[in-house]
């Protein structure tokens, strides 16, 4: 299966800093997808990167794939207290979609 | 207009009970699936169907049976409920190359 590692595990950051998650892979990823959630709700879906070197970026949301396509980061600039929740990598083999673990994100004001 | 609804949101029962929890999806996708988040949040597949048909069955206790009458619908029922069956569980939909659309959750409490 799939094997998705993603650092660090919890993070807090102060309002207007800026903070990198990386998820990395066993295995070359033919998709991979960031999602965020919040809790008592379900997963929002952030951005796929499906290319070597791709990178995409959502108002202050941008995530990058390396060439080699296993791993990636997203890296959030000038935090805000929306920001916070938990951020959650997932590839894709084939039919099936496998998640990291997932990095808690705080925000303090 | 919900893409993906699970319902119920959330359901308190009590050891040795059977409940079903229902998903439905509108948005015209073959693939439907159903994940267990456990309390630590890491998300593991469960189940998966292709136009009503079992196509990913993970290693899960047989008390767990995914139902899915037409491919717009995946049920889930569990027989027997054990209290580590506690977790929110996502239903999920997909076309083939495209994004994952996740159901709201349903949290389930065993008492």
């Known amino acids: 299966s799939q094997e998705l590692e993603q650092s660090p595990q919890s993070l807090i950051v102060q309002e207007g800093k800026n903070l990198t998650i990386n998820c990395t892979s066993s295995k070359t990823l033919y998709g991979l997808y960031w999602y965020k959630q919040k809790y008592g709700e379900g997963l929002i879906f952030l951005m796929m990167l499906q290319k070597g070197g791709e990178e995409k970026s959502h108002e202050k949301i941008t995530a990058k794939l390396d060439e080699k396509k296993q791993q990636s980061s997203l890296h959030i600039t000038a935090s805000q207290p929306s920001h916070a929740g938990i951020y959650l990598c997932?590839?894709?083999?084939?039919?099936?979609?496998?998640f990291g673990a997932g990095t808690r994100l705080t925000v303090k004001p | 207009d919900t893409a993906v609804s699970q319902t119920p949101k959330y359901l308190v029962t009590q050891m040795g009970n059977d409940k079903s929890i229902k998903c439905e999806q509108n948005?015209?996708?073959?693939?439907m699936y159903w994940y267990k988040q456990d309390s630590k949040k890491f998300l593991k597949i469960m189940f998966s169907y292709n136009n009503k048909e079992l196509i990913i069955n993970e290693t899960v206790p047989n008390r767990f049976s995914p139902k899915s009458p037409d491919k717009a619908h995946l049920n889930l029922h569990i027989n027997s409920l054990e209290l580590g069956d506690s977790a929110v569980y996502f239903c999920?939909?997909?076309?083939?190359?495209?994004?994952?659309?996740f159901g709201s959750g349903t949290r389930l409490t065993v008492v």
């Open positions: 948005l015209g996708h073959d693939t």
């Open positions: 997932g590839a894709v083999p084939v039919n099936d979609m496998r």
């Open positions: 999920a939909s997909s076309l083939p190359g495209l994004g994952y659309t």
